[in-house]
Every structure is written in C-alpha cells, then in structure tokens.
C-alpha cells in the first residue's frame, strides 16, 4: 500500500526535550516536505528537500532539524530552542521538484508539557 | 517572498446551495494553485487545481477559476451536500515554484 507514513501519532514531551518525528514514504517521491498547522493559521513550511542529502529552510525554521540521508526518508527534530513546539505537523511528498501535488502524510500531533 | 491570503474564514450554507472561497496571492511569478480539503481529523487532499496558462478549470460541482492580472483565484462548489463540510485551503507555488504557500484556510459549513 503506497502512501507517506508520519509516526508516532500522538507524543507527549516535557519542555527542554527534544523530539523527533518520522515520515516515510514509498511512492518515489524526489520531493518531501514538513508543514506545521495551528488552528487558524493554515500550514506554515517548515523545511523541505528536493534531493538526498540536501534541504533547505522554510519559513519557520528556527528550533527544528531534518535530515535527507534517503529518499524515502525526511525525519524533522524539533529542539528545545523552538518556543512553541505545541502543533500538528504534516509530512508531505511530491513527485518532482517543481511545485505540484502533495500527498500528506496522517499527521503528527506533539504536546509539549 | 510569497504571502496568499483567503476569505472567509467561515462559510455557512444549507444544503443546495453554492460557496465561494476567494485568495489572493503577492507573487506574480507564482505559476501553480492548487486547492485542498482537509475533513476533521484528516490529512489534506488535493480537490482540484489550476496553472497559469489556464483561466478556469471544472471537475463536477467544483470549479476553479484564476484571475493573474488581479492575482486573485477562487473555488466554486455548486450543489453543496453535508459531506463537502471541511476546510479548504487555498496554496500558490513559491520559491522557483518548488514549494507551496497555503492561505490560512476557510471552514466550510454545509447545513442540511
């Protein structure tokens, strides 16, 4: 069954602590991308990558982390430095580089205590 | 860089009726607008969308059209049911066109 798998679902972390969230997808995507969703603010981008081993920062990068050591693999750290982790976030993947359909991973709901 | 904004950020209708959900976008090289449903407790799904070569693009009851002198695009549903019930979010291609920026969103109600 092809599709983005975003994991855990639920994580509850007390200040201080960082967390990593993974996503992993099977469809061949060169393309993959974290989305932070907060209610009434629509999806804000956190950071994306085009290619393995590259990626580059979206516009509320600061206090978060990712890695592109595979294709199919884009896990995002969010840091004791970001002031506000509390969030749903969304993993997503497109087929090429250019801007085009995303296909969303189930989401990643972080409380941070 | 690229903002789009969306209105409204609530729309109530009854059943049968149609909605119309508005962005504008600040990037006249933006060349891509696309158009997601997000259902309660689901992920984002793409609806419908359009490119810059074309004006107006219709998939049954849902409809998108673009304006780029005005840098304005909206979705059209006709024939509302419940189920259309969720929030739509607008998004417009950013950075080169390899990335997208959403509008905040728009919570559609569909009473029966």
């Known amino acids: 069954d092809g599709g983005i798998t975003q994991s855990p679902k639920y994580l509850f972390r007390k200040e201080g602590q960082n967390v990593t969230l993974s996503c992993e997808q099977n469809?061949?995507?060169?393309?993959m991308y974290w989305y932070r969703q907060d209610p009434g603010q629509g999806l804000r981008l956190i950071y994306y990558?085009?290619?393995?081993?590259?990626?580059q920062k979206g516009d509320i990068a600061e206090g978060y982390s990712v890695s592109r050591e595979k294709k199919e693999s884009f896990p995002l750290t969010v840091t004791s430095a970001q002031k506000n982790p509390t969030a749903f976030y969304l993993c997503a993947s497109s087929l090429a580089r250019e801007a085009g359909e995303l296909f969303f991973g189930e989401g990643s709901r972080l409380t941070v205590l | 860089g690229e903002n789009v904004e969306q209105h409204p950020s609530t729309l109530s209708v009854q059943e049968g009726d149609s909605a119309v959900i508005k962005c504008t976008y600040s990037?006249?090289?933006?060349?891509?607008f696309p158009w997601y449903k997000q259902e309660l407790g689901k992920r984002p799904q793409l609806i419908i969308d359009i490119r810059s070569n074309v004006g107006e693009k219709k998939d049954q009851r849902i409809a998108v059209t673009l304006n780029k002198t005005a840098k304005h695009f909206s979705l059209h549903i006709t024939e509302t049911q419940p189920e259309d019930s969720a929030v739509y979010f607008c998004a417009a291609s950013s950075r080169g066109y390899s990335t997208l920026t959403f509008g905040k969103g728009t919570m559609l109600l569909v009473s029966p």
């Open positions: 469809l061949n995507h060169d393309a």
């Open positions: 990037d006249s090289a933006s060349n891509y």
């Open positions: 990558s085009q290619i393995v081993n590259d990626f």
